[in-house]
């Protein structure tokens, strides 16, 4: 039996959306776990950017395949409002019908807001260009932004008979509505309303719900008992009895089938031609048709293919987009859809496919189908199948060699006996002249066309040990043996398995690697995350740096289309690169590709690209590969967009996408903008790549779910391009534009305030300082006149009393009194004291105390008192007092004079009063 395989991709604050691959198809969930605002959905809308817009039972969602945004429409109300339809006018702007009115979207602000208040509990919407039409029960409603114009359809003005329920545009464009039991048409030029005449129909019986025109003919849905024709060129009104009783939607999709919901039977698709059912989706039905529920209010299908269905308390469920690249296998009617294939070989009508639990036959021609469980075959994980001799040799991990025959459908063991062993079985492959070599844990067996078997082993050659999991003949007849434990080469000249001497630095050391021939000779060796080339004569060799990080070791099929790409299989689908691989391309899901892993590549005569993988074989023709990278269909959205560290808004997020800009703040340099970008075809996401880059720089390379970031742009205008990586038609541009920010533009008048008055203060201190230094000068020039006017009144006084003698001793004597009067009396407080003052104390001359002054103290009255005034003022300051005064006061106290006491201080200290306090640690 097929198997369900969940497949997860991740919505808005991390909730995962549940995938299921089941027999037949795959379908996508999306509830109130994963970001749905109600569990109930009544309408889904495409918008004109290919957003899809959710109407639900508490409000409103916007998707984009992978995050849902909210807006929950208050009302003033304590709960949310229910929203019946959505609209969308010529202009971009959404209306929303809601239990509490008319509502729609304030693009400023981000909120729906109530408009119309006399349009009460409306329930269906149509715009037409820029002209909104409501239906509910007062009638038919028409508003174009400015003007509103009601009409009555019925008989009353309100109730059931006034009802409109829906409204759709003809061809020829006339706006046709439905009413309780009549179609109307109505004509915008004329305002004429022309009812079809239901009513003398079986329908005018009938409660009318929905309905949609296809093919000249209106399909027209009731509230209980189902789907009706009216074919008006006929004048015939039928019913499809296969559709079930309580109609919700009747649409009509892009390819002019009609698609019905119903209240409990499911949803069907229509042939508008033939009426025939092309399909019905139910809870009980198979593969993708399987319905969590048969309460469907709304069913439709977008111009991508892809199937909305909105349920009653079940959310929404949606089949997601695949662009039809690979097609599935499905041989005579067998769908290989959910398979876990390991390996595959088809010749003519006959297909074998080797899974890890059997193995299974298909003949197109004869219609046989035979399924062969691990069981019958003795084994399981079939790795290797190759048709020879009239037998297809298929090799197991863990059971050796079977041949299975075609014409008899018999699985049964090699005719040759040396391979009735459980050998774990690496490869199978045809030799260049027509002999089979098969791979095994017992290294290689030779099986010639006469039927000779030749074993290599460790023990007879030089064959590297372990299981060969690889054999790639090259154009020389030489074969590279990839093992375990690394790389033999098997000479097609000498037919042995030489002793080569590698180069140094060769790959021949790596193990478990597969390869393949390529591109002029080139042979190419991979081992999962790891590839590698080498010419036939190792000339040229070397390491391909893939430029993602790939973790499966096992995923080690490749494929070189000679015309210069390679495509490799790996754990995130298939990845397409340069012969420098670069360019990487990625082809999964979106394509068609269904499963993570794949096992198997084949390129056949055809050039028909044959995959195998964990979910089923598929193909595509390999010029429509190549091709995927110009597809321009579908453009990248930016999500999750986030200025520095803060989600920007709703109305920021939707500017951006409508008109592909995006603000920046700039402080000195710009703020960090980071955004996720997603393709907006509807797909699988999650094994994608894309890049981005800025300023026509460097593509850089992200995966799916991580942001990109750029930062540090200057002021300006800058271009942001994004595309899935490798598809060059998928690049979309915006503009960013760095502006500097309030906080910027104060920063800079701030800074420049500063810089003026930093200038000023500069200007200051170099005059002020100018000032100081010519004031000093003119002190000191003051203090030296004052010394030498005092100096020549001493040499006067010496020379005029030079005959009177005065010894040494006398000298030291007066120098004695002198110090001890002054230090008891601290005459030197005085600021007016003179010499002659102080001689009159110590009952000297003046002219005998300048004389002790000059020869025996060597200096004179000013510097020998100033030093005691000195040495207060710093006694003053250890004590504290410069806390109580200035130190001009304290100077004072001490007897200088304000005039000379800076000078002073600074000629007998080398520095000036501020300095030494600051080199006391004393702060004034």
């Known amino acids: 039996m097929r198997k369900l395989l969940l497949l997860c991709i991740a919505l808005l604050v991390g909730m995962p959306l549940r995938a299921t691959i089941d027999g037949q198809g795959l379908l996508v969930n999306l509830t109130l776990a994963d970001g749905l605002t109600g569990e109930t959905v009544n309408r889904v809308m495409t918008d004109h950017s290919g957003l899809t817009w959710i109407a639900t039972s508490s409000g409103i969602n916007v998707f984009n395949g992978k995050y849902l945004q909210s807006y929950y429409v208050m009302g003033g109300k304590e709960h949310p409002l229910e929203v019946y339809d959505l609209c969308e006018t010529r202009n971009h702007t959404i209306y929303a019908a809601t239990e509490d009115g008319l509502y729609r979207l304030d693009a400023s602000s981000s909120r729906f807001e109530k408009i119309l208040p006399q349009v009460l509990r409306p329930i269906s919407l149509f715009a037409d260009g820029n002209t909104v039409y409501i239906g509910g029960e007062q009638g038919m409603q028409i508003y174009d932004g400015k003007l509103f114009k009601q009409q009555d359809v019925g008989i009353s003005r309100q109730g059931l008979d006034n009802i409109v329920r829906q409204y759709i545009k003809d061809d020829q464009g006339l706006i046709w509505f439905l009413g309780r039991h009549e179609l109307n048409s109505y004509n915008p030029k004329t305002g004429k309303i022309i009812p079809c005449g239901l009513t003398s129909s079986e329908l005018g019986k009938l409660a009318v719900s929905r309905f949609d025109k296809a093919d000249g003919k209106f399909f027209i849905g009731t509230r209980a008992s189902g789907l009706f024709v009216y074919d008006p060129v006929k004048q015939e009104v039928r019913q499809l009895p296969e559709v079930g009783h309580i109609i919700t939607s009747v649409c009509k999709d892009s390819e002019g089938r009609i698609c019905v919901a119903t209240d409990g039977t499911g949803a069907y698709v229509i042939d508008a031609k033939s009426e025939r059912v092309l399909s019905h989706y139910a809870m009980h039905a198979d593969g993708d048709k399987q319905l969590p529920t048969n309460a469907v209010y709304c069913f439709n299908r977008d111009a991508n293919g892809v199937s909305w269905f909105g349920f009653v308390r079940y959310g929404l469920a949606y089949t997601p987009h695949h662009a039809g690249l690979f097609q599935l296998y499905e041989p005579d009617g067998f769908s290989t859809l959910g398979l876990n294939v390991r390996c595959f070989c088809m010749r003519g009508s006959e297909t074998l496919i080797g899974m890890q639990d059997g193995l299974w036959f298909i003949d197109s021609k004869r219609h046989i189908r035979r399924f062969f469980s691990a069981e019958d075959m003795d084994g399981h994980i079939v790795n290797n199948i190759k048709w020879w001799n009239g037998l297809y040799y298929i090799g197991m991990y863990d059971g050796g060699i079977r041949v299975f025959n075609p014409r008899t459908v018999n699985l049964g063991m090699p005719p040759q006996k040396e391979l009735h062993v459980r050998y774990t079985i690496g490869d199978i492959k045809v030799a260049p002249d027509s002999a089979l070599w098969i791979g095994c844990s017992d290294g290689l067996f030779i099986i010639s066309q006469d039927g000779s078997v030749k074993n290599y082993k460790e023990q007879n050659s030089h064959i590297v040990g372990g299981l060969i999991i690889n054999i790639t003949f090259d154009r020389s007849g030489n074969a590279w043996l990839a093992a375990a434990k690394g790389l033999s080469l098997y000479s097609g000249a000498s037919k042995e398995i030489v002793d080569t001497n590698f180069p140094a630095d060769f790959f021949d050391k790596e193990g478990y690697m597969r390869g393949v021939l390529g591109h002029d000779g080139i042979v190419y060796m991979r081992s999962g995350p790891q590839l590698f080339y080498t010419t036939e004569r190792m000339e040229k060799y070397g390491e391909l740096k893939l430029p993602i990080r790939l973790t499966d070791k096992w995923c080690r099929g490749m494929v070189d289309d000679g015309k210069g790409r390679l495509l490799l299989a790996s754990e995130r689908g298939l990845l397409s690169i340069n012969y420098e691989a670069r360019d990487l391309l990625q082809i999964g899901a979106g394509e068609g590709l269904l499963g993570d892993q794949i096992s198997d590549l084949q390129l056949d005569g055809q050039r028909m690209l044959w995959v195998a993988t964990s979910a089923g074989i598929f193909s595509a023709p390999l010029q429509a590969v190549e091709q995927r990278e110009t597809d321009r269909r579908y453009p990248i959205v930016l999500s999750q967009i986030r200025k520095g560290s803060d989600l920007i808004d709703m109305h920021e997020m939707y500017q951006a996408h409508d008109q592909h800009e995006i603000d920046l703040d700039w402080n000195l340099t710009s703020v960090v903008l ?232 600074r000629k007998m200290e080398g520095m000036t009063p501020a300095e030494y306090l600051k080199k006391q640690g004393i702060k004034i």
């Open 674 to 905: 980071q955004a996720e970008p997603i393709l907006l075809d509807y797909a699988l996401h999650r094994n994608r790549f894309y890049e981005y880059r800025i300023d026509d720089g460097e593509w850089m390379l992200i995966s799916h779910g991580e942001p990109f970031a750029v930062r540090n742009l200057m002021i300006g205008r800058h271009k942001l391009e994004v595309r899935l990586a490798g598809a060059k038609g998928t690049t979309t541009e915006w503009t960013i534009s760095v502006v500097p920010s309030v906080w910027a533009m104060l920063e800079f008048v701030l800074l420049l305030v500063f810089v003026v008055l930093l200038w000023l203060w500069y200007r200051y201190h170099r005059d002020t300082t100018a000032l100081l230094s010519e004031r000093n000068e003119i002190e000191d020039a003051l203090i030296e006149m004052e010394h030498e006017v005092e100096e020549l009144k001493d040499e006067e006084a010496v020379r005029k009393y030079q005959k009177v003698k005065i010894d040494e001793a006398e000298c030291a004597d007066i120098v004695k009194r002198m110090k001890a009067y002054i230090e008891r009396e601290h005459i030197y407080t005085n600021a007016d004291l003179k010499m002659k003052d102080l001689a009159d104390e110590l009952n000297l001359s003046a002219p005998k105390l300048s004389q002790v002054f000059n020869i025996y103290l060597k200096e004179n009255y000013y510097e020998f008192i100033n030093r005691y005034r000195l040495n207060e003022f710093k006694r003053l300051i250890e004590v504290g007092e410069y806390k109580r005064y200035t130190i001009t006061a304290l100077s004072e106290r001490c007897g200088f004079k304000k005039s000379n006491f800076f000078s002073s201080f």
